[in-house]
């Protein structure tokens, strides 16, 4: 499946047909157990996936499934409740589709927060780390087939997926609010199954810190339309082979209920340093 320009204005359109006249600056998607921060969106339009031409919905558990457009901490968003995953049978083109859309719309930052497995020894569950580069080897890219030019070059330059500047605004807002704060870089991988000891080990030697099945994807696609980025991981659990426990997603989902408010905090002071 490719998508035409066309489809992506198409989607577009129809949003606007709901939001009016209402430019949303900062696309959000927030990952597993996450999605609360959609709920405290000011005068919020929420626009179902279902309700959008072209879009996919989202199956995963914890994930609403809707666009919420409005003010969170002084900012215009489009919040991503829920994410497309390529473990649901989705293209890559499919999961980063949303962030195209968000692009046309008038995002012209994307924030990504997701759940992963803590690889680094030294690090342990419940950490929050700001993501500082990512690792997608794996399979194909959300840009391969013919590219549009509306949106990017052929061969974008991957130096900086993450913007440094927001970085920056990340670790002040993190001391600000004396949230301790690890930086490293995710590892995608596929899932849905978690990865095997063997393969934890491969990520460490890879130079990852965290591994998880989201963000890459879509990250890849902002950078190529233009959209600075800024990611957040929780470090919900320690990866496979760390410690004697099989991993369980009730782990993962309860590891986001209880970091819920030191992250949400985080992500709101980033949102009000953003300038
Ligand atoms: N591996 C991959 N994805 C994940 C993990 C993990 O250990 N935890 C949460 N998402």
């Known amino acids: 499946m490719e998508f ?6 198409e989607s577009a359109d129809a949003i606007r047909a709901r939001i009016g006249s209402f430019t949303p600056r900062i696309a959000m998607i927030l990952g597993s157990g996450l999605g609360y921060l959609g709920d405290e969106v000011e005068d919020a339009v929420a626009v179902p996936y279902g309700e959008i031409p072209h879009f996919r919905a989202s199956t995963a558990p914890g994930h609403k ?18 994410r497309m995953h390529h473990y649901e049978g989705y293209s890559y083109e ?11 719309l008038g995002c012209c930052v994307l924030v990504v927060t997701n ?7 030294g690090w342990k569950a419940g950490d929050l ?25 052929r061969f974008p330059d991957s130096s900086h997926l993450y913007t440094p500047a927001l970085q920056a605004v990340a ?18 991988f596929p899932g849905p199954q978690y990865e095997t000891p063997a393969e934890i080990r491969f990520a460490r030697t890879a130079g990852a810190d965290a591994v998880g099945m989201s963000t890459a994807p879509e990250v890849i696609a902002a950078a190529h339309c233009g959209m600075q980025v800024l990611g957040f991981t929780l470090l919900s659990n320690m990866a496979a082979g760390i410690l004697p426990q099989p991993l369980t997603e009730q782990e993962v989902l309860d590891a ?13 002071e980033c949102l009000r340093r953003m300038d």
């Open 65 to 82: 499934g809707q666009l919420v457009f409005g003010t969170l901490a002084g900012q215009r968003v489009a919040v991503m409740q829920g």
């Open 129 to 153: 780390m700001l993501i500082a580069d990512q690792v997608k080897i794996f399979m194909e890219s959300p840009l391969r087939g013919p590219n549009l030019p509306e949106f990017g070059p």
């Open 256 to 268: 986001g209920a209880a970091a819920r408010d030191k992250f949400s905090r985080l992500v709101l």
């Open 115 to 121: 759940a992963a497995g803590c690889v680094n020894l």
């Open 94 to 104: 499919e999961v980063s589709y949303a962030v195209r859309v968000l692009r046309l």
């Open 171 to 188: 670790r002040q807002a993190a001391q600000a609010l004396d949230i301790p704060l690890r930086e490293g870089v995710y590892m995608y």
């Open 4 to 9: 035409t320009f066309a489809q992506y204005q």
